[in-house]
């Protein structure tokens, strides 16, 4: 099956026959949880639920339309709904904050290095930070130092907005939702939900923006930006994914989560001649790195390691009975898979201690140590090659070829290669610019965010990513979304036949796949610097572009805060899966509509995703009339 296009209905038997596997093993999956989920609390899907006191919990309901307090459905789905994007920005923002303490134990014969020189330098030129007659470590540990003060420093607004359109700055500014420090945005949201604040909808509204912007703006942005310092800027780089992906004789190792300082040190254990000879000593003919979620897509991005899968293909992953060990660090892992591995020879290991969960295995990571740390991890999965069960090995036939690594540097440096159009060495996106002025190119669109078994799970993903390219409209892709066009074979440069004649005429020019894989959900900030770049060389407000942001199965906290910065960024963004705030008409009509009149654009919420591609498809039409393009 290598080399071709997936459809749903393939991968769908796959996950069947999978799913079949867990029956045989007595093993429960989330299929079976969400059945026994049925009936969803209608309170809780609508947001009107309000337990942030002990006087509740309160539900609305045309009876009771007040709590004990007195706040509406308005005012409990508002906090409720800003509460998810404080969540959401803390972990994305936390992640960061790991990253910015690992570059500033970063040394010459440390564990962790810096491999982006010429980007550390960038960054310490733009914050300030002097660099001559310095060591390089100096300025590493300076530039950290400076990332770390982003979180907590009392005054003045996040460094990275700078970066940003002039004309988008502005509003900002007007509309007071330029974030200060990020922990401070989420405190203030935390603080401001608390019994007895803010009962008006609209200002937790215009906090959940700030907030959001903390997120994207600094949390994923800072991630980022001192991820490729540490580990690298990546490059166009080919991959496989797909569960075809593990192998028969090899000790095959799932990386899970998202903190790249856990998962670069494994990639290197898992290729340390020692290691791989004792793997062999164990009868494996080697070491098999894959991995799931967002740390795939950075390993991906960097090192080439195949991608599993995505967020709803972790459970599949253990049922091939062929994977060794299960590493996790944070975010996005079931904590059912522990029980799961137990019905396969799978160890199941977390490794930090702001994920623990219980039946795993606990090994802590330890940054200091890193190398040896990962090296003591990676030992535990050899160790237990033996005890995998042949008999309960499947291991589905689907395999798909892939194109990662589109950083904005890389598919700058690939678009100029290409078209010689450049001026300056270090590139400019004119040549994207103008495509999209031409018309050749229609728009763009980024598709983002999870998988969610309220919709047809990966089904909106592809359907939407085949509409858009259908259409003219080239796709960059993050986190799990990215993840389910790989599965598909839509990162396969392959895929540009299915293409319009446009963009398939620029993919085979310039020699990419037309859905980018531009890495995990942080790297989304990837994008809006990369909308932004374009918005900078046409000298307008990003609104005005024909650019548009699609979560078609979003589901995480992460998302929500994703969400608010995208639109806080001038980009509108379409939903395949409501929020819960449906109870309240007013946070309805602020979310779809209201929101536009402050930061210029706005949500929309279309689960159908034949409807929700075409109405992307209108909006983005719409923005090239009244370009008058
Ligand atoms: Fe998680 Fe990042 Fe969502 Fe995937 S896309 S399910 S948040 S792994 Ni980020
Ligand atoms: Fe009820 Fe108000 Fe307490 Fe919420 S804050 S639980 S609405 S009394």
Same mark, same amino acid.
């Given at each position: 099956?290598?080399?071709?296009?997936?459809?749903?209905?393939?991968?769908?038997?796959?996950?069947?026959?999978?799913?079949?596997?867990?029956?045989?093993?007595?093993?429960?999956?989330?299929?079976?949880?969400?059945?026994?989920?049925?009936?969803?609390?209608?309170?809780?899907?609508?947001?009107?639920?309000?337990?942030?006191?002990?006087?509740?919990?309160?539900?609305?309901?045309?009876?009771?339309?007040?709590?004990?307090?007195?706040?509406?459905?308005?005012?409990?789905?508002?906090?409720?709904?800003?509460?998810?994007?404080?969540?959401?920005?803390?972990?994305?923002?936390?992640?960061?904050?790991?990253?910015?303490?690992?570059?500033?134990?970063?040394?010459?014969?440390?564990?962790?290095?810096?491999?982006?020189?010429?980007?550390?330098?960038?960054?310490?030129?733009?914050?300030?930070?002097?660099?001559?007659?310095?060591?390089?470590?100096?300025?590493?540990?300076?530039?950290?130092?400076?990332?770390?003060?982003?979180?907590?420093?009392?005054?003045?607004?996040?460094?990275?907005?700078?970066?940003?359109?002039?004309?988008?700055?502005?509003?900002?500014?007007?509309?007071?939702?330029?974030?200060?420090?990020?922990?401070?945005?989420?405190?203030?949201?935390?603080?401001?939900?608390?019994?007895?604040?803010?009962?008006?909808?609209?200002?937790?509204?215009?906090?959940?923006?700030?907030?959001?912007?903390?997120?994207?703006?600094?949390?994923?942005?800072?991630?980022?930006?001192?991820?490729?310092?540490?580990?690298?800027?990546?490059?166009?780089?080919?991959?496989?994914?797909?569960?075809?992906?593990?192998?028969?004789?090899?000790?095959?190792?799932?990386?899970?989560?998202?903190?790249?300082?856990?998962?670069?040190?494994?990639?290197?254990?898992?290729?340390?001649?020692?290691?791989?000879?004792?793997?062999?000593?164990?009868?494996?003919?080697?070491?098999?790195?894959?991995?799931?979620?967002?740390?795939?897509?950075?390993?991906?991005?960097?090192?080439?390691?195949?991608?599993?899968?995505?967020?709803?293909?972790?459970?599949?992953? !253990? $049922?091939? +009975? #062929? %994977?060794?060990? &299960?590493?996790?660090?944070?975010?996005?892992?079931? =904590?059912?898979?522990?029980?799961?591995?137990?019905?396969?020879?799978?160890?199941?290991?977390?490794?930090?201690?702001?994920?623990?969960?219980?039946?795993?295995?606990?090994?802590?990571?330890?940054?200091?140590?890193?190398?040896?740390?990962?090296?003591?991890?990676?030992?535990?999965?050899?160790?237990?090659?033996?005890?995998?069960?042949?008999?309960?090995?499947?291991?589905?036939?689907?395999?798909?070829?892939?194109?990662?690594?589109?950083?904005?540097?890389?598919?700058?440096?690939?678009?100029?290669?290409?078209?010689?159009?450049?001026?300056?060495?270090?590139?400019?996106?004119?040549?994207?610019?103008?495509?999209?002025?031409?018309? !050749? $190119?229609? +728009? #763009? %669109?980024?598709? &983002?965010?999870?998988?969610?078994?309220?919709?047809? =799970?990966?089904?909106?993903?592809?359907?939407?990513?085949?509409?858009?390219?259908?259409?003219?409209?080239?796709?960059?892709?993050?986190?799990?979304?990215?993840?389910?066009?790989?599965?598909?074979?839509?990162?396969?440069?392959?895929?540009?036949?299915?293409?319009?004649?446009?963009?398939?005429?620029?993919?085979?020019?310039?020699?990419?796949?037309?859905?980018?894989?531009?890495?995990?959900?942080?790297?989304?900030?990837?994008?809006?610097?990369?909308?932004?770049?374009?918005?900078?060389?046409?000298?307008?407000?990003?609104?005005?572009?024909?650019?548009?942001?699609?979560?078609?199965?979003?589901?995480?906290?992460?998302?929500?805060?994703?969400?608010?910065?995208?639109?806080?960024?001038?980009?509108?963004?379409?939903?395949?899966?409501? =929020?819960?705030?449906?109870?309240?008409?007013?946070?309805?009509?602020?979310?779809?509509?209201?929101?536009?009149?402050?930061?210029?654009?706005?949500?929309?919420?279309?689960?159908?995703?034949?409807?929700?591609?075409?109405?992307?498809?209108?909006?983005?039409?719409?923005?090239?009339?009244?370009?008058?393009?």
């Amino acid at each position: 099956m290598e080399k071709t296009i997936l459809s749903i209905e393939q991968m769908e038997e796959i996950n069947s026959l999978l799913k079949q596997k867990a029956v045989e093993a007595g093993a429960e999956t989330w299929q079976d949880r969400k059945e026994a989920q049925k009936v969803s609390c209608k309170f809780g899907e609508e947001g009107v639920c309000c337990r942030i006191c002990s006087m509740g919990p309160c539900r609305i309901t045309p009876k009771a339309p007040r709590g004990i307090c007195g706040a509406t459905a308005d005012t409990i789905a508002a906090r409720n709904f800003a509460r998810m994007v404080a969540a959401g920005a803390a972990a994305h923002s936390d992640h960061a904050r790991d990253i910015a303490h690992v570059l500033h134990m970063s040394s010459e014969n440390g564990s962790y290095k810096v491999k982006d020189k010429d980007k550390l330098y960038r960054l310490a030129g733009e914050w300030g930070v002097s660099t001559e007659g310095k060591d390089l470590y100096d300025v590493a540990h300076e530039v950290a130092e400076v990332a770390l003060m982003e979180f907590g420093k009392p005054f003045g607004t996040l460094r990275f907005l700078d970066r940003a359109v002039e004309q988008r700055q502005e509003v900002w500014k007007k509309e007071n939702v330029a974030p200060r420090a990020i922990d401070r945005e989420i405190a203030t949201i935390m603080h401001s939900t608390h019994i007895g604040c803010t009962a008006e909808a609209e200002s937790l509204v215009r906090m959940g923006l700030r907030t959001g912007m903390s997120d994207g703006w600094g949390g994923s942005m800072i991630g980022t930006e001192l991820t490729d310092i540490l580990f690298g800027t990546p490059t166009p780089i080919q991959t496989e994914s797909n569960l075809g992906v593990l192998e028969e004789d090899m000790v095959n190792i799932v990386l899970h989560g998202h903190d790249p300082s856990l998962s670069e040190m494994i990639v290197l254990a898992s290729e340390d001649a020692e290691l791989v000879a004792y793997a062999k000593e164990k009868g494996a003919k080697g070491i098999n790195l894959a991995g799931l979620c967002c740390t795939a897509n950075e390993v991906t991005m960097r090192h080439g390691v195949k991608m599993a899968g995505n967020f709803l293909q972790q459970e599949n992953a !253990v $049922l091939t +009975g #062929a %994977v060794e060990a &299960v590493i996790v660090d944070v975010q996005c892992i079931f =904590p059912a898979m522990a029980a799961l591995a137990d019905c396969f020879h799978t160890k199941f290991i977390t490794t930090s201690p702001k994920a623990k969960i219980p039946g795993a295995t606990h090994i802590e990571f330890d940054e200091h140590h890193a190398f040896d740390s990962a090296k003591g991890i990676v030992k535990e999965a050899i160790d237990n090659y033996a005890n995998r069960d042949r008999a309960k090995v499947y291991i589905p036939d689907s395999k798909q070829t892939a194109m990662a690594g589109y950083s904005i540097e890389a598919i700058i440096k690939q678009l100029d290669l290409v078209t010689n159009s450049h001026v300056d060495k270090t590139g400019t996106v004119k040549p994207l610019a103008d495509c999209i002025v031409s018309g !050749v $190119l229609r +728009g #763009a %669109v980024g598709i &983002v965010g999870c998988n969610n078994p309220k919709v047809r =799970p990966d089904y909106s993903h592809i359907e939407i990513i085949k509409n858009m390219i259908a259409n003219d409209v080239i796709v960059v892709a993050t986190g799990c979304a990215a993840q389910a066009a790989a599965k598909a074979g839509l990162l396969d440069k392959e895929a540009r036949n299915l293409a319009g004649q446009g963009l398939r005429t620029v993919c085979e020019l310039v020699d990419i796949p037309p859905v980018l894989h531009m890495g995990s959900c942080v790297d989304i900030s990837r994008i809006i610097l990369l909308v932004n770049a374009v918005a900078k060389h046409l000298n307008m407000d990003i609104p005005k572009l024909p650019v548009v942001g699609i979560a078609p199965e979003w589901m995480s906290e992460k998302a929500v805060a994703i969400g608010n910065y995208v639109i806080t960024s001038g980009i509108d963004t379409f939903l395949g899966v409501y =929020p819960q705030v449906t109870g309240s008409a007013e946070m309805v009509d602020l979310l779809t509509n209201r929101v536009e009149d402050i930061v210029g654009a706005k949500f929309t919420v279309e689960m159908d995703p034949a409807k929700l591609s075409e109405q992307v498809l209108e909006r983005i039409e719409a923005k090239r009339t009244a370009l008058g393009i």
